[in-house]
């Protein structure tokens, strides 16, 4: 079956742009997280989605919110983009919620440049 | 606050060497474990996890770790790298986040470099 998909694949945007990146879940997951990946900071949690709800947030800034959909679909705005900002963003699915005790699938993440 | 500790930030070794790669992390509650990697242009995947029973856990491509809940340690180890075995591991544990809630938390990742 399909794996997580994350579009688009890279971006470039400039300082105090907004954006919005997707997440397709795996068919039949209902858990959704995303994470921030830089080289500094490693993987950080950003939040979670469960059933259209955010079960979950991580200690970032209000610029950063997401929403999930009916069909799972998530996506996740940055709005006031500054050049921190810069990341490979990972989304990641399972079946249950919080991904406990099940697995969690990574998607290939996008690349968000911020100039 | 809780947290996950990964010491070895790059390793380089020979292939057929053995691999061990330390992860630490700070709760006192039940844990769940999992280490994953991402081998380069790769996506994240799992190698292996632990939930309960034997604290010896195997995963794919000859890989295992064991949980010693009195050091609050999930090492990862290989007795003979390859090659192919370049990569960025990463340590994960589900733990508590200042709102309750609990969450998958990354350990900065350790560089493994394996030398032909």
């Known amino acids: 079956k399909a794996g997580v998909t994350q579009t688009p694949r890279y971006l470039i945007k400039t300082r105090g742009q907004q954006v919005t990146l997707s997440c397709s879940p795996i068919?039949?997951?209902?858990?959704v997280s995303w994470y921030q990946q830089t080289p500094g900071q490693g993987l950080q949690f950003l939040f979670e989605?469960?059933?259209?709800?955010?079960?979950n947030k991580g200690n970032f800034p209000g610029r950063f919110s997401g929403r999930q959909f009916s069909n799972s679909r998530s996506e996740m705005n940055v709005s006031t983009l500054e050049l921190g900002d810069s990341a490979l963003y990972l989304c990641?699915?399972?079946?249950?919620?919080?991904?406990?005790?099940?697995?969690?699938?990574f998607g290939q993440g996008t690349r968000l440049t911020v100039v | 606050a809780q947290s996950v500790s990964q010491h070895n930030h790059h390793v380089i070794l020979s292939e057929a060497a053995s691999l061990e790669l330390g992860c630490n992390y700070s709760?006192?509650?039940?844990?769940?474990l999992f280490w994953y990697v991402q081998y380069p242009g790769q996506h994240l995947q799992l190698l292996l996890k632990?939930?309960?029973?034997?604290?010896l856990v195997k995963g794919i491509k000859g890989f295992e770790a064991e949980f010693i809940k009195s050091k609050f340690s999930f090492n990862l180890r290989k007795p003979s790298v390859q090659w192919s075995d370049t990569a960025e591991y990463f340590c994960?544990?589900?733990?508590?986040?200042?709102?309750?809630?609990?969450?998958?938390?990354f350990g900065s990742g350790t560089r493994l470099q394996v030398q032909p």
């Open positions: 990641a699915s399972s079946f249950e919620a919080a991904v406990m005790n099940t697995e969690a699938f």
């Open positions: 068919s039949g997951h209902r858990s």
């Open positions: 989605y469960f059933s259209e709800t955010q079960r």
């Open positions: 709760y006192g509650g039940t844990v769940n």
């Open positions: 632990y939930f309960s029973g034997d604290p």
């Open positions: 994960a544990v589900i733990l508590a986040m200042d709102t309750g809630r609990r969450a998958l938390t």
